[in-house]
């Protein structure tokens, strides 16, 4: 089976930097989309940035400039590199995996999501 597993959050003074990883277990054939997003306690989940593949990366205003969304299809591995991370940024961050695995019933397109892992921005 398919899972994804979200890591490299913690706690980071504002200003500073985490890079974010989304590791897919299974026979991942293909990455098709990735997305990153965020949800804060009492806010709306917000998309932070997606990328296509085989197109280019799209981000929310708030975070152009400042993140990069990337993957590694040998390692079958979503990145998110967050810099100069801002108090108001502190979330719960998850990767939105579009992927096609070869499971047991045959060979499947589905979308995966992991836990999340907690980004804290003290100040």
């Known amino acids: 089976q398919v899972q994804l597993v979200e890591s490299g959050g913690g706690l980071v003074q504002a200003g500073g930097s985490l890079r974010l990883s989304c590791t897919a277990s299974g026979i991942i054939l293909h990455i098709n989309k990735v997305k990153w997003y965020r949800q804060a306690p009492g806010k709306q989940r917000e998309l932070v940035a997606d990328v296509t593949t085989g197109s280019s990366a799209n981000y929310a205003d708030s975070v152009k400039g400042r993140f990069t969304i990337s993957q590694d299809n040998a390692k079958k591995t979503a990145y998110l590199q967050m810099n100069s991370l801002k108090h108001e940024e502190a979330a719960v961050y998850y990767c939105?995996?579009?992927?096609?695995?070869?499971?047991?019933?045959?060979?499947?397109?589905?979308?995966?999501w992991g836990q999340g892992t907690q980004v804290t921005v003290s100040s």
């Open positions: 939105d995996g579009d992927l096609t695995a070869a499971q047991n019933i045959g060979i499947t397109r589905n979308k995966y």
